[in-house]
């Protein structure tokens, strides 16, 4: 089953801004406990639409430049970039259900 890659400032470029799919970036931080509810989340859709969206996340801790580049001022926040610019972002927990949603509207 597929998991969400690691990324962070170094390599946040080749692997969200260039890519071929759809990328969603998950921005969290270990201590965070809304962010580790909704990893087993991302965790299950990285599996449900594999080869169709990437699924990384980003430590906002080890990663300060990608996360002021994008405004992140609260996590859990997702970014689902497509063609190398975000298109949705959904900011703390929300319900598979709801993610889904979210990520089928940016898909189209």
């Given at each position: 089953?597929?998991?969400?890659?690691?990324?962070?400032?170094?390599?946040?470029?080749?692997r969200?801004?260039?890519?071929?799919?759809?990328?969603?970036v998950?921005?969290?931080?270990?201590w965070?406990?809304?962010?580790r509810?909704?990893?087993?989340i991302?965790?299950?859709?990285a599996g449900?639409?594999?080869g169709?969206?990437?699924?990384?996340?980003?430590n906002v801790d080890?990663?300060?430049?990608?996360?002021?580049?994008?405004g992140?001022?609260?996590?859990p926040?997702?970014?689902i970039?497509?063609?190398?610019?975000?298109?949705?972002?959904?900011?703390?927990?929300?319900?598979k259900?709801?993610l889904?949603?979210h990520?089928?509207?940016?898909l189209v």
């Open positions: 089953m597929a998991q969400p890659v690691e990324v962070g400032d170094k390599d946040f470029e080749q969200v801004l260039q890519s071929a799919l759809p990328v969603l998950d921005f969290w931080a270990p965070c406990g809304p962010c509810m909704v990893a087993p991302v965790a299950e859709l449900e639409y594999e169709r969206v990437d699924f990384t996340k980003l080890d990663n300060p430049r990608v996360a002021a580049t994008y992140i001022r609260s996590i926040t997702l970014l970039f497509k063609g190398g610019k975000p298109v949705r972002q959904v900011v703390g927990f929300q319900p259900a709801q889904k949603k990520l089928e509207e940016a």
